[in-house]
């Protein structure tokens, strides 16, 4: 099998006021061979932020003086050794993931004007990987269900999803190549998906969570957005304290399991049109396709995720806000954090016993496939910044943790975006990526990557 | 069956100059009651650290005006309402855990004078539920395996364990009667067994971990150190959002698996003594015993922990340190750091499927009994303060994930206390709490408890 081409927009000289247009392989490689540098790109992640900011508000916190002051010390420090893969790479930083050099404020007002003493365990490794952290991106309050102001690039009467919403909007809007997002139900998946561009959450714990404020901590996983699978692989690779390698295709077309979850009666026409389509095509393109149908006892995840583990674990973790600063934290949060505080203690052990359960039968579901198609979302972004959608069809693979993509391959009826889903088994992140890179070969094309309104 | 007596040390009116002494049980009783005040119990306890701190070296920061403030504030409210079960109990924090009034260093010089603008999670709840914290107890290098200057309250020229070191000292020496500490590999039983005192490491997760600087995040879980069972039970409920309950006897006799483990060859005389000992009076007694031997597999447990999860998450979430005061690391600690950042992603993988493997046959280990009666320590606190004995008895549990304790129930020929380790499968906690009550009536002593020379 020939070399698949390389899953990136299109491959071009770089002009200066579109650099902010590269993807993370191409603006490195760009900088490495001296055709551009490290300045010039920021400048124009700077310029279209300052374009579009004030429609899409995805930005919690920027300082351009010290995103260009990491920039020229970089260029300054002459051509990136090879332990600086990311040399000169912007990358966004949802805003509960603490930060040395810019406030840390969680969404809510608790945390107005925090500095955190240290940087997240994923900054620090990028940082030191070359990367220029170029800001903080809007979170739901504390990673969570209560939106900030951000809205969809491609319609700004749309909500970009949560609670990674600004990491979401800012890659999708082409202002930063790459973002960090953290998903304890659907928080990178789903705002990948409604935006358009293609969204990581690994295997639970593969990227390490220190600094970043805990939701529910036996189901936060740090996850990537961007506008291209090796961006994906080559920040993942950092992560992980891997060198990076070249992103290899599957070996044969993969085994592709067709999952339609038992959530499948929520997803509205537009879903239900790109999984089949997907299917087909994908079939067609020489995939052995079969159905996948999750055992009965999973059907209880979505809840356990959503309604028992989330809920108390989130009541313990903000024992320290419910205790001084209970005034300003939402009604909608207040009201989960009251549910986990009244919780029987034998309901979230039972719930925590279906998730090992379940994670236990994971080898039969993955016996005879390679990776999972499923639903991301219920179908496009809902009208209305005051909901971030249902966060479902991403749950019920957090509480697995399974790493799963989401790759920008359809569109709904009112034109927005609606992604697949593929899941993987446990730790077999790296045979995702090569799936992925298969049928996205088969499935995508770089217009339908971000906002290119 | 008739009700078990108290574990407590001994039932009296508390005497002022020696309220230090009481266990929590005892103290909240006697503050409810008006027996005693809040600021009296304090003042024994700071009484008692003013006499003996410079021989045990237990704390790392202690504010003696802002713990009598505290308990000044409590006494002032009158008598507790039902929602705050700690009225009045002093606890020491382990410093790697957040307080928002007392400096949290990691016992590393890079935090010198770090302040946290929020309490950790556990340290909120209890402050909730009325208990006092009396200081920050010494930890080795961020809760690693390079000490602090704690010594062993039965012999100072002993360790007294680690990490938790200045936890376990503290309340075996009888200045605070309950403290938090943390378990990656060993380090709150460990302490515990080393200074004769009761030391719980709940299921994995069940102690809500926000707020703690992590070690290795799939293997850190915070845990207690006491004088008393009762004490671990009643701290425990408020941990995980539970209204305290009256300490239940077990049903019948406990059906204990004797398991020696792969490490036994590493028990030296005085641990064989006390299982064998141990086992011997339980059998004696009316328990069922029968020897559980643990699947081949598991005997790679303590190398997939120490050796290659521990070096990689340690490695990954020091990311910050690493790059900006890496002269400031200890030696041992920079060559932890240094293998885990060189280590092969693969064996990482291999080490996370092994314990997962493992985890997913541990309902076979528990189908016939209730507990396992385990080695806790080799033996007894070797002798010198530059380490802190071998976590690999404790270790392979932290991995298991299970819930285990241990009592002080023996000593070596020195004279110092070997502990018993008790290990119940995981979320069966409390089940180990009702056996290991069942256990301390017919091995324990109240003289065993701490060190009361």
Redesign the interface.
């Known amino acids: 099998m020939s070399a698949l081409p390389s899953t990136s927009a299109r491959a071009r000289a770089p002009r200066s006021g579109e650099l902010n247009r590269l993807t993370a392989g191409e603006l490195t490689r760009a900088i490495a061979t001296g055709e551009t540098t490290c300045e010039a790109v920021v400048r124009d992640c700077l310029e279209r932020i300052e374009t579009r900011e004030n429609e899409i508000h995805a930005w919690a916190a920027l300082d351009p003086e010290l995103a260009l002051r990491q920039a020229r010390t970089l260029d300054r420090a002459g051509p990136p050794p090879p332990d600086r893969p990311l040399h000169g790479l912007p990358i966004g930083v949802k805003d509960i993931i603490d930060t040395?050099d810019l406030p840390t404020e969680m969404g809510s007002p608790i945390y107005c004007g925090?500095r955190p003493?240290?940087?997240?365990?994923c900054?620090?490794?990028v940082?030191?990987a070359g990367a220029i952290i170029l800001g903080k991106t809007v979170t739901c309050e504390f990673a969570g269900m209560t939106p900030g102001a951000t809205t969809n690039p491609h319609n700004t009467a749309h909500t970009p999803g949560g609670s990674s919403s600004g990491s979401g909007a800012a890659v999708a809007d082409f202002m930063v190549p790459v973002a960090f997002g953290t998903q304890t139900g659907g928080s990178v998946l789903r705002p990948a998906s409604y935006c358009g561009v293609f969204g990581f959450k690994p295997t639970f714990?593969a990227f390490?969570?220190?600094?970043i404020?805990?939701a529910a901590?036996?189901l936060d996983t740090i996850g990537l957005i961007a506008r291209s699978l090796d961006d994906i692989e080559l920040v993942s690779a950092v992560?992980?304290?891997?060198a990076p390698a070249q992103p290899q295709p599957p070996a044969r077309a993969p085994r592709i399991g067709l999952c339609h979850t038992p959530l499948w009666s929520c997803a509205q026409a537009e879903t239900v049109a790109a999984i089949e389509d997907a299917a087909t095509k994908l079939a067609k393109a020489g995939a052995q396709i079969r159905t996948v149908t999750l055992p009965d006892e999973f059907s209880g995840l979505r809840d356990a995720a959503r309604e028992t583990i989330n809920n108390?674990?989130r009541?313990?973790?903000?024992?320290?806000?419910?205790?001084l600063h209970r005034e300003l934290i939402s009604e909608r949060l207040h009201k989960r954090i009251a549910l986990?505080?009244a919780?029987a203690?034998a309901e979230y052990?039972a719930a925590?016993?279906l998730g090992?359960s379940c994670?236990?039968r994971l080898p039969d579901v993955f016996q005879h496939v390679d990776v999972l198609l499923a639903p991301c979302v219920n179908g496009e972004a809902p009208r209305g910044l005051n909901e971030t959608g249902d966060p479902g069809f991403q749950a019920i693979w957090t509480i697995l943790h399974v790493p799963t993509l989401t790759l920008p391959t359809h569109r709904g009826r009112n034109g927005l975006p609606v992604g697949i889903q593929l899941v993987a088994h446990?730790?077999a992140d790296r045979q995702l990526f090569a799936c992925a890179r298969w049928i996205w070969h088969r499935l995508g094309t770089p217009e339908m990557i971000g906002y290119r309104g």
Chains 1, 2 share one sequence.
């Open positions: 040395a925090h003493p240290t940087d997240a365990a900054v620090a490794l940082r030191a714990g390490n969570r220190k600094g404020y805990p901590e036996s992560l992980e304290l891997r108390y674990e009541a313990a973790a903000m024992a320290h806000e419910w205790s986990g505080r919780m203690h052990v925590m016993r090992e994670r236990a446990r730790h």
